[in-house]
């Protein structure tokens, strides 16, 4: 005979304790794929593992169909015909690469060319794998090619132009960015609510996590010396992206310098103002070229322009002090000894 | 009190048997998930092909659409030692103690640890 004066409660309770953790049938899912030559992670919020697969394996095809359109070192891209014919002829372009062209020429203008699209040449002289550093008559030569105001964009015949032979377009300080807001509008169609695409570290996130809470992102310590000191703040976002540019990414030293690759497109040569500096903004596309044209600019004139622009910003200068603007405030939690 | 004991039934008995199950596996489940990532993932066609400890030093060769891929671990490091691949972005990357090596060529990643301490600290994704 059972006892049901000490069965139904503990029934009960287990049912409660089963309920607690089913009664939101939302769960999070990820997926990584390597794109653009770098590392795409894709966290959602969603029903069941079928809906998210169906919704990141789409975003993930969405985000390599562009990657070849503007693919740097492949000569089937749209980016390589316009290189290739720079000084020759304009050459006609899909929506999306005249669109991303057009994003990098706007940003270039609204950053007095601190960003600048063309720095290609000078990127090129730069081997940071060998530790090799240009000659300055080679830096100097090539800097009369950078310029982002010989690219000619004619919007009604979609073709895009770049005036001077040997110029080069080089979009790899803003496609990543770019991607991370295709992706999202992929999800997004795909009936996602919630996700945070992470290509590299351009990142958006939207909606809210399964907790109901903000997704959080860590910041790298630009001058990390130990696992333990590995992020140097945290930060709260729904419906925002960050991006963060750092000198610590591609570099070597030589005689005690360092050289990185955020080169300055008005000599040619690293920047050294800021060891790094994350922006925040709504779309990534902003926030990955951005953070570039606040780095060459410096912590008090890439404050004004972050101001400017009504982006936030968190810059690290090259004494290791913190700058950020006051629409982080509530969202960013700086990490201690910081 | 010592009635309601008495008066348990085998039923009874099964279920509290169930519920501390439950409670000692969730220690060991949330033990795991706290515990410090030092695994190294490699990826190949996006599917895991193997999951190594860090600490063991080894040499791994992975296939792929320019021949075998030969990824080195060695002092808590890794590496791709020798590549195919035309461009050799993955070779130039040199040694990583964390984070990610890409061979887009060859579609392969190596995820080195991390990910476990990250969730840790409560972080989704790290930018920078």
Same mark, same amino acid.
């Given at each position: 005979m059972i006892n049901f004066r000490l069965f139904f409660p503990l029934l009960l309770f287990s049912c409660l304790l089963l309920s607690s953790c089913s009664a939101d049938k939302m769960s999070t899912y990820k997926k990584s794929k390597a794109l653009l030559d770098t590392f795409v992670a894709i966290t959602v919020v969603a029903d069941s593992k079928e809906t998210a697969e169906e919704a990141i394996d789409n975003a993930f095809d969405v985000i390599e169909k562009f990657g070849e359109l503007i693919n740097f070192y492949s000569d089937k891209s749209e980016l390589s015909a316009v290189n290739r014919n720079a000084g020759i002829r304009e050459v006609k372009v899909s929506p999306e690469t005249l669109d991303i062209i057009e994003k990098a020429v706007y940003i270039a203008e609204r950053s007095g060319g601190a960003f600048d699209p063309t720095i290609g040449p000078e990127i090129q002289l730069w081997d940071f794998f060998n530790k090799i550093r240009p000659s300055d008559a080679d830096i100097r030569k090539n800097l009369s090619l950078v310029n982002y105001k010989n690219i000619i964009i004619d919007k009604g015949n979609s073709t895009v132009f770049l005036k001077k032979k040997d110029m080069l377009l080089d979009l790899g300080g803003i496609a990543k960015g770019y991607a991370a807001d295709l992706a999202v509008q992929a999800l997004k169609e795909k009936g996602i609510s919630a996700g945070l695409v992470a290509v590299a570290g351009d990142i958006k996130a939207f909606g809210l996590k399964t907790d109901k809470k903000p997704w959080t992102v860590g910041i790298k310590n630009p001058r990390q010396k130990s696992s333990e000191d590995e992020i140097i703040a945290k930060i709260h976002l729904s419906g925002k992206a960050i991006s963060t540019s750092g000198d610590y990414e591609r570099y070597f030293m030589l005689n005690g310098q360092r050289f990185h690759h955020l080169l300055n497109p008005r000599t040619g040569y690293p920047a050294y103002a800021c060891q790094s500096v994350s922006v925040i903004a709504d779309q990534a596309v902003m926030t990955d070229a951005f953070s570039t044209a606040l780095f060459i600019l410096g912590p008090e004139k890439g404050l004004e322009l972050a101001k400017e622009m009504g982006i936030d910003a968190l810059i690290i200068d090259d004494k290791s002090s913190v700058h950020t603007t006051s629409g982080l405030e509530g969202i960013l939690f700086l990490e201690r000894n910081h | 009190m010592k009635e309601t004991i008495k008066n348990t039934t085998l039923a009874d008995r099964l279920l509290f048997l169930l519920l501390i199950s439950l409670s000692v596996a969730g220690i060991f489940i949330s033990r795991d998930a706290l515990s410090?990532? =030092? /695994?190294?993932?490699?990826? #190949?066609?996006?599917? &895991?092909?193997?999951?190594? &400890? *860090?600490?063991?030093?080894?040499?791994? =060769?992975?296939?792929?659409?320019?021949?075998?891929?030969?990824? /080195?671990?060695? /002092?808590?490091?890794?590496? #791709?030692? /020798?590549?195919?691949? &035309?461009?050799? +972005?993955?070779?130039k990357e040199?040694?990583?103690? @964390?984070? #990610?090596?890409?061979? *887009? &060529?060859?579609? *392969?990643? +190596?995820?080195?640890?991390?990910? @476990?301490?990250?969730?840790? *600290?409560?972080?989704?994704?790290?930018?920078?």
């Open positions: - | 410090q990532g =030092s /695994e190294v993932v490699i990826e #190949v066609d996006g599917k &895991p092909a193997y999951t190594l &400890p *860090l600490y063991e030093d080894r040499l791994v =060769s992975v296939g792929g659409s320019y021949g075998d891929t030969l990824i /080195e671990i060695k /002092e808590k490091k890794v590496r #791709v030692r /020798e590549a195919h691949c &035309p461009n050799q +972005i993955c070779v040199g040694w990583i103690s @964390k984070g #990610v090596i890409v061979c *887009l &060529p060859n579609k *392969l990643i +190596i995820i080195v640890g991390g990910s @476990k301490k990250d969730e840790q *600290l409560g972080i989704d994704a790290i930018t920078g």
